[in-house]
């Protein structure tokens, strides 16, 4: 079984939907770049080892980077899971676990690289908007996609509803994306495309709204 470690910075919820998945992986260790991260009680309720690397003890991008790797190399990961872990990381830490690193974000890639992203998917008008599972590289929200799950955005949405209807297709694409790197299903080609030796079709079409 291959060992994971999730990066979190914040409530975790990823982490849960991983944890509590269907899983042909073991999660290793936790770790967060913040003590006062909720999803680490929820980790260390479940037995799952955690560390906090706080990114307010270095001085610089590059010793946190440097601190980082370090706990992470020390729990022997085969992936590296960013679980919404909100820090940049440097081309360094990329690096070393490339192809074996991989982002969930809260947009369908590459639109909305960055923060904000539901609250900038209304602003805009776009009828559809979703997330996006990659591999990491160091072009920030730019990586080779694994998986995407689009939703339609209704014209009452705020902020909230619209965030927490992509949420919840979050949890079902992540762990799917994770079992995939972990039975082997999905690599990085040398040439930096997603090799996906498990599916090759297409889900159904979403149109919104819809036709009548
Ligand atoms: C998630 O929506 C995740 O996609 C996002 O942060 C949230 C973390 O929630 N990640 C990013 O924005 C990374 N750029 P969680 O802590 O409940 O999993």
Redesign the pocket.
Known sequence: MKNIVIL?S??????QALLTADANYRIAAVISNRADAG?LAFAQAHGIPTAVVAHRDHPDRDSFDAALAQVVDSFQPDFVIL??F?RILTSYFVMHYQGRLI????SLLPSYTGLHTHARALQDGVKIHG?TVHFVTPDLDHGPIIIQAAIPVLADDTEHTLSARV?HE?HRVFPQAVRWLCAGQIELSKDGKVVNRSRNQAGLALISPALE
Not at 10 to 15: L, T
């Open positions: 979190i914040g409530r975790g919820s990823n982490m999803g679980a919404g909100m982002n969930i974000h809260p997330c949420l979050e």
